[in-house]
C-alpha cells in the first residue's frame, strides 16, 4: 500500500528554519500532485502549501506566503518544506498528502487528497 513518512521535524527556536521531507512508496509518484498541512492542537487540519506533478505551479497559504518553499523530486520520490522566519504559531504537526486525480493543478482542500502521511511535529520556541 502507499507510504508518505514525513521527516526534519523537531524543536525550533522562532526566527530560525525547518526542512521537511516526505519520502512515498508503492506509488507512481510523478503522478501525483502533493500537499502540506499542519494541524495545531484544538484546531482543524489547514492547508500549508501544494505542488503540481511538474513543479510548474505551486500555492501557499497566506499565513505562510513569502517564508515558505515547496518543492519536489520525482527521482527520488519525494517532496519537500522549507519554512524560514518561524513563529510560534507556526507550531503544529505538519502532514504531506498525495492527490492523484488533479495532479496537473495545485489542491488547497484536504478532502481531495487520497493518501496522507503519519505526519511530524514541529514546536516552535518563543
Known amino acids: 500500500q502507499v507510504q508518505l513518512v514525513e521527516s526534519g521535524g523537531g524543536l525550533v527556536q522562532a526566527g530560525g528554519s525547518f526542512r521537511l521531507s516526505c519520502a512515498a512508496s508503492?506509488?507512481?509518484?510523478?503522478?501525483?500532485?502533493m500537499g502540506w498541512f499542519r494541524q495545531a492542537p484544538g484546531k482543524e487540519r489547514e492547508f500549508v502549501a501544494a505542488?503540481?506533478?511538474?513543479?510548474?505551479?505551486?500555492s501557499y497559504a497566506d499565513s505562510v506566503k513569502g517564508r515558505c518553499t515547496i518543492s519536489r523530486d520525482n527521482a527520488k520520490k519525494a517532496v519537500y518544506l522549507q519554512m524560514n522566519s518561524l513563529k510560534p504559531e507556526d507550531t503544529a504537526v505538519y502532514y504531506c498528502?498525495?492527490?492523484?486525480?488533479?495532479?496537473?493543478?495545485?489542491?488547497?482542500?484536504?478532502?481531495?487528497?487520497?493518501?496522507w502521511g503519519q505526519g511530524t511535529q514541529v514546536t516552535v520556541s518563543s
Open positions: 498528502a498525495a492527490d492523484r486525480s488533479r495532479a496537473s493543478v495545485v489542491v488547497k482542500d484536504r478532502r481531495e487528497y487520497d493518501y
Open positions: 505542488i503540481n506533478w511538474n513543479s510548474g505551479t505551486r
Open positions: 508503492r506509488l507512481t509518484f510523478s503522478l501525483y500532485g
